[in-house]
């Protein structure tokens, strides 16, 4: 329940912000499938944000319930 998985091509650097644009997490994911903790954080919606080595970047969002 307090875990999500994250699929990226190139180790990454992940960062989890609020709505508020409070950076809450950031941490360095390698390339492949990582489960990430939330169990830290209250129900809400959130912002991973992902930055590739190569320098792409992606935003998605995450409900937690």
Same mark, same amino acid.
């Given at each position: 329940q307090g875990f999500?998985? &994250?699929t990226v091509n190139e180790n990454s650097?992940? #960062?989890i912000y609020n709505l508020q644009?409070?950076?809450l997490k950031s =941490? =360095? &994911?390698k390339n492949g499938t #990582?489960? !990430?903790n939330l169990s830290n954080l209250n129900s809400g !919606?959130?912002?991973v944000h992902l930055e590739g080595k190569s320098g #792409?970047? =992606?935003t998605k969002k995450i409900i937690k319930q």
């Open positions: 999500t998985k &994250i650097k992940l #960062s644009g409070k950076l =941490t =360095t &994911i #990582s489960r !990430i !919606i959130y912002l #792409s970047v =992606t």
